[in-house]
Nanobody, 120 residues
Framework: QVHMVESGGGLVQAGGSLRLSCAASGSIFSINLMGWYRQAPGKQRELVARITSGGSTNYAEPVKGRFTISRDNAKNTVYLQMNSLKVEDTAVYYC??????????????WGQGTLVTVSS
């Protein structure tokens, strides 16, 4: 069993910053891709950013230059630094990981979601 626990969401004014964290725990052998997705009210969940175990990253166009994804492989943790936040960044943010368990099984694991609200 593998779990992911997120933290760091909240309310911030436009132009401000927030940092999200998400830690994976359980019977983990390795974690390949880790990423952040978001879902705004009335919209589909969308990719925000993702990072490989080697540190290669890619970002959705709306957040390029403002958000930075990083990870600590020793802690099985992924971070999302969000700067210059805009009202349209308001959403529930979910972390995601592609996990190989200690038994050699592959899982896609999601966090519970954390709400980010950006006020004007």
């Amino acid at each position: 069993q593998v779990h992911m626990v997120e933290s760091g969401g909240g309310l911030v004014q436009a132009g401000g910053s927030l940092r999200l964290s998400c830690a994976a725990s359980g019977s983990i052998f390795s974690i390949n891709l880790m990423g952040w997705y978001r879902q705004a009210p009335g919209k589909q969940r969308e990719l925000v950013a993702r990072i490989t175990s080697g540190g290669s990253t890619n970002y959705a166009e709306p957040v390029k230059g403002r958000f930075t994804i990083s990870r600590d492989n020793a802690k099985n943790t992924v971070y999302l630094q969000m700067n210059s936040l805009k009202v349209e960044d308001t959403a529930v943010y979910y972390c995601n990981a592609q996990v190989v368990s200690s038994l050699g099984q592959y899982f896609e694991v999601w966090g519970q979601g954390t709400l980010v609200t950006v006020s004007s």
